[in-house]
């Protein structure tokens, strides 16, 4: 049976658009035959997203999508990476997973106000309780899309895009710097917590090729098991190269579309890419 896997979704537990209902029906509809929702450093919608799959009968995956830390050890710069948890058996307040979240909540709701503060002096708009509605009260669910969605609403900018260009990105005026719990932290986490860890989008985190290399060893070394094939839509070339790293370093692999919404229209839930020949899915070890 040939598997069509999309593994890597948001719901708007998180930044993405859809309920996690809405989200596995459109998975359903688009031919998916299993599923993951991994909202950003939560699973509160995971519970919602079970109930829909199993009245469709489209087998899910436990997931969340973790954000993490990696310093290079030769240059000590620290790097944005997101790990993908799938297939937890344990995701309770008092699991391994859980308690991470603790800290990552505190993280995110600190790290959203910090950037709020930043924005309100820039544009003499107060931010903060706009921008909690958007993300459904949760100071933790605040993301900078729900950020660039009040630019865009306060008429700042026309765009998503240019919200991360002019205020939101790095070494931009309302940047905040990243202070995530490590990439093996959050690797260990999800594997005590009885899933697999995948590296996410690995070509997306602009790293140089050196760079990116090293992220695959260490994350090896961290007890990751799998990674994201490259999207649908990056070029041939980025996908060869990401296939003798896969091979060379015996990597199981995932399928993703990354789905947020049809703000984001490049990415569209189902639309995975194909497995090589010799490479594994993922979801042998579910």
């Given at each position: 049976?040939?598997?069509?896997?999309?593994?890597?979704?948001?719901?708007?537990?998180?930044?993405?658009?859809?309920?996690?209902?809405?989200?596995?029906?459109?998975?359903?509809?688009?031919?998916?035959?299993?599923?993951?929702?991994?909202?950003?450093?939560?699973?509160?919608?995971?519970?919602?997203?079970?109930?829909?799959?199993?009245?469709?009968?489209?087998?899910?995956?436990?997931?969340?999508?973790?954000?993490?830390?990696?310093?290079?050890?030769?240059?000590?710069?620290?790097?944005?990476?997101?790990?993908?948890?799938?297939?937890?058996?344990?995701?309770?307040?008092?699991?391994?997973?859980?308690?991470?979240?603790?800290?990552?909540?505190?993280?995110?709701?600190?790290?959203?106000?910090?950037?709020?503060?930043?924005?309100?002096?820039?544009?003499?708009?107060?931010?903060w309780d706009a921008?909690?509605?958007?993300?459904?009260?949760?100071?933790?669910?605040?993301?900078?899309?729900?950020?660039?969605?009040?630019?865009?609403?306060?008429?700042?900018?026309?765009?998503?895009?240019?919200?991360?260009?002019?205020?939101?990105?790095?070494?931009?005026?309302?940047?905040?710097?990243?202070?995530?719990?490590?990439?093996?932290?959050?690797?260990?986490?999800?594997?005590?917590?009885?899933?697999?860890?995948?590296?996410?989008?690995?070509?997306?985190?602009?790293?140089?090729?050196?760079?990116?290399?090293?992220?695959?060893?260490?994350?090896?070394?961290?007890?990751?098991?799998?990674?994201?094939?490259?999207?649908?839509?990056?070029?041939?070339?980025?996908?060869?190269?990401?296939?003798?790293?896969?091979?060379?370093h015996e990597f199981?692999?995932?399928?993703?579309?990354?789905?947020?919404?049809?703000?984001?229209?490049?990415?569209?839930?189902?639309?995975?890419?194909?497995?090589?020949?010799?490479?594994?899915?993922?979801?042998?070890?579910?």
């Amino acid at each position: 049976m040939i598997v069509r896997a999309d593994l890597h979704t948001h719901s708007h537990f998180s930044d993405g658009q859809l309920s996690p209902t809405d989200l596995v029906t459109a998975a359903h509809q688009a031919g998916v035959t299993l599923f993951a929702l991994t909202d950003h450093d939560t699973v509160d919608g995971v519970a919602e997203a079970r109930l829909q799959a199993e009245l469709l009968g489209m087998p899910l995956v436990n997931g969340i999508e973790l954000s993490t830390q990696w310093t290079r050890a030769t240059t000590k710069r620290a790097w944005s990476i997101h790990v993908v948890g799938l297939g937890m058996t344990e995701m309770g307040p008092e699991s391994p997973l859980g308690r991470l979240l603790e800290t990552q909540k505190d993280i995110r709701a600190e790290r959203a106000r910090q950037i709020c503060a930043k924005l309100e002096k820039i544009t003499k708009r107060p931010a903060w309780d706009a921008v909690l509605a958007k993300a459904g009260g949760r100071p933790e669910g605040i993301t900078r899309s729900h950020l660039a969605q009040w630019l865009m609403q306060e008429g700042w900018v026309t765009k998503l895009q240019q919200a991360f260009d002019r205020f939101l990105g790095e070494g931009k005026p309302a940047y905040v710097p990243l202070s995530w719990v490590t990439m093996s932290e959050g690797v260990a986490a999800i594997r005590a917590s009885g899933g697999q860890a995948v590296l996410a989008h690995p070509t997306k985190n602009n790293l140089t090729a050196t760079a990116l290399r090293q992220l695959l060893i260490d994350f090896k070394a961290a007890g990751g098991q799998a990674v994201e094939l490259p999207l649908a839509n990056e070029p041939p070339a980025t996908r060869q190269m990401m296939n003798r790293l896969i091979a060379q370093h015996e990597f199981w692999v995932s399928t993703a579309s990354d789905y947020h919404g049809d703000h984001q229209p490049w990415l569209k839930i189902g639309h995975v890419p194909s497995l090589a020949d010799g490479q594994r899915g993922v979801w042998e070890l579910l």
